[in-house]
């Protein structure tokens, strides 16, 4: 018997942003199906608006693994994850002994179709997709609190879009220009 899937089932109990007050919580697998259809987005911006070459459906099931290990490890806030470079590395491989557990309780004739998913090539161009995927995801999150008046996320939001206009990815630049005013929008708004 394998417990893969009822074990990553369990991302949908792992919080978000723990060290601030949220307006809605979120949790690790609702932020992981967004950072897929961002990165998703993306990839195909990249493709289809800058004539890219990249697997925009793969891409999109790296960022659905992309917070695998966090069943494990839980949701290490960013202050915490990047307090130092020791501490930084410490987690990393934390997270890196997580995956692993999990990579593990796959039946070994599946592990070949998902070690691709769990351990990506971090180097290359779709895991830097997935991670601007991810900081995009971030900055909405600050949008959408910050909409609802909560002023907890007003610092994160200014330095993650310091982050994001930083990156040098079209695809990126695109995406906020098209696609970001309309998430601090109502929903009578958005008709």
């Known amino acids: 018997m394998s417990h893969f899937f009822a074990y990553i089932s369990k991302m949908k109990w792992i919080k ?16 992981s199906w967004q950072v897929a259809v961002v990165a998703h987005g993306l990839a195909t911006i990249k493709n289809d608006v800058f004539g890219g070459n990249v697997d925009a459906e793969h891409i999109a099931m790296l960022a659905l693994y992309h917070e695998t290990g966090e069943v494990i490890t839980g949701d290490f806030a960013t202050p915490v994850k990047y307090f130092n470079p020791e501490i930084k590395n410490a987690i990393g491989s934390l997270e890196h002994l997580a995956k692993e557990k999990i990579f593990s309780m796959l039946p070994s004739e599946l592990q070949k179709s998902y070690e691709g998913l769990i351990f ?3 180097k290359g161009e779709e895991y830097a997709i997935v991670k601007a995927a991810d900081k995009i995801c971030a900055y909405l999150k600050c949008v959408e609190e910050l909409k609802w008046g909560n002023q ?7 330095t993650i879009r310091g982050d994001l206009e930083k990156m040098d990815r079209e695809e990126v630049r695109y995406f906020l220009e098209h696609f970001l005013e309309s998430f601090s929008l109502t929903l009578d708004e958005l008709n």
């Open 16 to 31: 978000r942003w723990g060290l601030m007050k949220n307006t809605a919580e979120e949790n690790i697998m609702e932020h």
């Open 120 to 122: 990506p090539e971090e």
């Open 152 to 158: 907890e996320f007003s610092k994160a939001e200014k």
